[in-house]
């Protein structure tokens, strides 16, 4: 056999090992296989296309990049490129590239459909998804619906959205965030549910770990606490978000979201876990796995978390990196982390940069809440005529004109909220029917009846009911009587059955007592009946007599202290925690005797018996008797005291 031959039987099985390679997925055996095919032929441009797509496999997309431009095989590896630049996050060269190609295939257009989608392009992505629906037939049209219905998802068009797709769990899940992009929360919380529930069938079924199913089931689970979110139920959703957390997932764009997640439940409370979430949603690398919407929302949180803490230099430097066009209320967190660390002044001026009906209702909040009425009065009233006479801002300006005992600019607001009401013909019966009726009872309230009774006619003829009817005639009553009298033929006569009136009925409904204070109805009691005798009388129980001291003495009055507990009495020096105590200062101390005399020389020595005697003209009195030196009295036994060892 000649050597040609040979090359060619070797070639052949290295081709034949090539293939088995491939089926068994070892793509770093076959580079080395295709490496000995280039050695034996280096013009084999299969060998070189098969090396590449190996190189792509392992992840070597540099060195790919470097062998495809410098080949000098004829071979078009545009695709190859282009998708080497997209795994290494070069969108737009990627995208450059796939457009350059003059008779793009199937392949190209859905890698560049994944450009799209990472470039946030997202109405070009789906046009350019549906177009390779409708011109493929094969075996991903599956994986093609479920990434079309994930586009429609994040566009929010609801004319495109896709909330009826099951087959998957995937295509069940994307639609559900379909439904919450819509708004309809209720439903896609059910879709969530019945997805979690597919995902874990299917993945058990196909012999998954119980690891890997809580790490693909994970982003269900914190779309269902969004979801839930949105619907008020923030602890189910916050026990959701702990639970996804506390199996550490392996995606940082989950956990990141999440975190975020969390951070907003706990607004501006638990500070100490907020700053450990933002932690978490602030990680390197999410650039590559985040939208820039949640990256800007993630920024923005963290900016008012800074607020929230008052940390004012810090706020200023994370709001100045946010985006104008996507976070429109950079100047309002700025005068809300002012204000928390009580700069009002600064926060009003730079609220007032902006003269918007928004920033004037903040700035008077802010000016209130500094107890400055006056200023905040001064932004009100110069809010637009259409911010001024709504409802709230008016009952809010009356209020605060009461305050300062301003009545007149009160009344002369609510007569031109009045005159505003009747003149704008966008104004409906109602809201000017709210405006007259708190027209009317400011003027009463203020002895104004004439002018309630103009405001009250003005009701009726836009809605007559009986209420506006009964104050007319109140008004009326206190400066015309006629018209009183006439305005009150108008209203229903009493139904004389409703006078009638109940008392135990009345008693029992307990309104002036309350509803846990209500009277028991009263039964009569009868007496026992004895078998033979008839009416047995109720025996009268004897009073027991009152038990007094032993040394009880009616004459003299009690001790008024002789409830508080000693430490509490006013003769008594008795501090807390000691043991012992103290003796009660109130009674008089008995004199014992100077120190060496006989207790028997007490009364001789003692002279507080004698303060009272000496003021009495003096009398003569007898010598007292001579009275033993204390060494002639007689001692007692006395005890002998051991004398204790003294330390060194």
């Not at 087959?167 to 019945?194: H, I, P």
Request: with cysteine; net charge positive.
């Amino acid at each position: 056999m000649s050597k040609k031959d040979t090359k060619q039987v070797d070639v052949t099985t290295l081709y034949r090992e090539l293939n088995t390679l491939r089926q068994n997925e070892e793509f770093e055996k076959a580079i080395k296989t295709c490496n000995r095919i280039l050695n034996l032929d280096t013009s084999d441009s299969l060998a070189f296309h098969c090396k590449m797509v190996a190189m792509i496999h392992t992840g070597k997309f540099d060195e790919a990049l470097k062998q495809m431009d410098g080949s000098k095989h004829e071979l078009d590896l545009s695709f190859e490129t282009a998708y080497c630049y997209y795994r290494m996050n070069n969108l737009e060269k990627s995208l450059q590239i796939i457009d350059s190609v003059k008779s793009p295939q199937i392949k190209h257009n859905e890698l560049k459909a994944q450009i799209l989608y990472k470039l946030e392009s997202y109405e070009t992505c789906f046009n350019l998804y549906r177009s390779i629906i409708k011109n493929s037939t094969d075996d991903f049209e599956t994986e093609r619906r479920t990434n079309i219905s994930a586009v429609a998802a994040l566009l929010g068009d609801e004319a495109n959205l896709v909330t009826d797709e099951n087959e998957t769990y995937e295509l069940r899940y994307n639609s559900a965030c379909g439904l919450a992009a819509g708004g309809d929360y209720a439903a896609a919380e059910g879709e969530l549910r019945e997805a979690e529930s597919q995902a874990r069938e299917f993945l058990a079924e196909e012999g998954e770990a119980a690891e890997d199913i809580e790490e693909e089931v994970g982003i269900i689970r914190v779309q269902l606490g969004y979801v839930m979110q949105r619907l008020g139920k923030e602890k189910e959703a916050q026990t959701v978000y702990n639970s996804v957390l506390k199996s550490k997932p392996s995606d940082i764009g989950l956990v990141a979201v999440a975190s975020n997640n969390l951070l907003t439940i706990n607004r501006d409370q638990n500070i100490f876990d907020s700053k450990k979430r933002l932690k978490a949603a602030t990680a390197e690398g999410l650039e590559l796995k985040l939208t820039s919407t949640q990256r800007n929302q993630i920024a923005r949180n963290q900016a008012l978390l800074a607020m929230f803490t008052a940390q004012v230099d810090l706020c200023k430097q994370l709001v100045q990196q946010l985006d104008s066009s996507i976070i429109p209320d950079k100047d309002l967190i700025i005068a809300g982390v002012l204000a928390k660390s009580g700069k009002y002044t600064d926060a009003v001026e730079q609220l007032e940069k902006d003269k918007s009906p928004t920033n004037l209702l903040i700035a008077a909040q802010v000016l209130l809440s500094a107890g400055e009425v006056k200023s905040a009065v001064e932004r009100l009233v110069s809010l637009p005529k259409e911010w001024k006479f709504r409802h709230g801002v008016l009952s809010t300006l009356v209020s605060l004109y009461l305050t300062l005992d301003n009545r007149p600019a009160a009344a002369n607001l609510l007569k031109e909220a009045t005159e505003f009401n009747m003149k704008k013909k966008t104004s409906t019966p109602a809201e000017m029917a709210i405006v007259w009726r708190k027209t009317a009872e400011f003027h009463l309230s203020s002895g104004e009846p004439a002018v309630a009774a103009q405001s009250l006619e003005e009701m009726l003829k836009v809605n007559s009911d009986l209420r506006t009817l009964a104050q007319l005639v109140l008004a009326y009553a206190k400066f015309d009587l006629n018209k009183a009298m006439q305005a009150a033929k108008k209203l229903p006569p009493f139904d004389e059955d409703s006078l009638s009136v109940d008392i135990n009925v009345l008693e029992e409904s307990a309104f002036t007592m309350g509803k846990n204070l209500k009277r028991a109805p009263i039964t009569p009691k009868t007496p026992k009946k004895d078998e033979g005798e008839g009416l047995v009388q109720k025996k009268n129980k004897k009073k027991k007599k009152k038990r007094l001291p032993k040394n009880y003495n009616p004459n003299v009055e009690p001790d008024p202290e002789r409830w508080l507990p000693r430490r509490e009495r006013t003769g008594l020096k008795y501090l807390p925690g000691q043991k012992r105590i103290r003796k009660d200062k109130r009674k008089g101390e008995k004199f014992t005797g100077a120190q060496g005399t006989a207790a028997g020389q007490s009364e001789t020595f003692d002279y507080s018996g004698k303060v009272g005697a000496s003021k009495e003209p003096a009398k003569a009195s007898p010598q007292p008797e001579a009275v033993p030196g204390p060494r002639q009295q007689k001692r007692g036994p006395t005890k002998s005291k051991k004398k204790g060892k003294k330390g060194f």
